[in-house]
T-cell receptor, first 113, second 112 residues
Framework: NAGVTQTPKFRILKIGQSMTLQCTQD?????MYWYRQDPGMGLKLIYY???????DKGEVPNGYNVSRSTTEDFPLRLELAAPSQTSVYFC????????????FGSGTRLTVV | GENVEQHPSTLSVQEGDSAVIKCTYS??????FPWYKQELGKGPQLIID?????GEKKDQRIAVTLNKTAKHFSLHITETQPEDSAVYFC???????????FGTGTRLTIIP
């Protein structure tokens, strides 16, 4: 049981490049989330999903896209990277009906130069 | 939407002493309040949570208290140890809404 797995752990992008942050969970959790963590700013919700085929915007969705074709995977897509997207990205999951018992991945540190 | 404020942003405590971190929330409908611990280079991990029908909850050296009237809740760590050094986040949500709103975090340093 690996929990929530995020890849890559580190990435440097040039402005305007695109990339996909991968997130996979093996706990059969229905709910999945993407947060970004900026210094002194806590965790901000980018997108979330309550099940396969269902996604919704969080607090800071601009510049990102997501898809949820399976229960296990919830990739985050950056189409045109900007310096403002330099951050640490965390994926999390929780079973339906469990309040707040998020399991987080270990994060992806992204730098846009 | 919900807004969660957390204080202090940094806290240094002598080993063996107690540490207290406080959070306030804005949405009176919020009824679930978890606390997460984030160690360096890792994702946050749930350490304790409380629901609005309970005023206090303890788990060994950590406890959380909730004051619904004042809309604030606190994390208490007693007999602090070096391994308690980490960043702590509070959060709030409303039953039926699966989105947590996080505070800005407190960096706790335990001084040996």
């Amino acid at each position: 049981n690996a929990g929530v797995t995020q890849t890559p752990k580190f990435r440097i992008l040039k402005i305007g490049q695109s990339m996909t942050l991968q997130c996979t969970q093996d706990m059969n959790h229905n709910y999945m989330y993407w947060y970004r963590q900026d210094p002194g700013m806590g965790l901000k919700l980018i997108y979330y999903s309550v099940g396969a085929g269902i996604t919704d915007k969080g607090e800071v969705p601009n510049g990102y896209n997501v898809s949820r074709s399976t229960t296990e995977d919830f990739p985050l897509r950056l189409e045109l990277a900007a310096p403002s997207q330099t951050s640490v990205y965390f994926c999390a999951s929780t079973p339906r009906g469990e309040r707040g018992g998020y399991t987080f991945g270990s994060g992806t540190r992204l730098t846009v130069v | 939407g919900e807004n969660v404020e957390q204080h202090p942003s940094t806290l240094s405590v002598q080993e063996g002493d107690s540490a207290v971190i406080k959070c306030t929330y804005s949405d009176s409908a919020s009824n679930y309040f978890p606390w997460y611990k984030q160690e360096l280079g890792k994702g946050p991990q749930l350490i304790i949570d409380i629901r609005s029908n309970v005023g206090e909850k303890k788990d060994q050296r950590i406890a959380v208290t909730l004051n619904k009237t004042a809309k604030h809740f606190s994390l208490h760590i007693t007999e602090t140890q070096p391994e308690d050094s980490a960043v702590y986040f509070c959060a709030a949500s409303f039953f039926g809404n699966e989105k947590l709103t996080f505070g800005t975090g407190t960096r706790l340093t335990i001084i040996p």
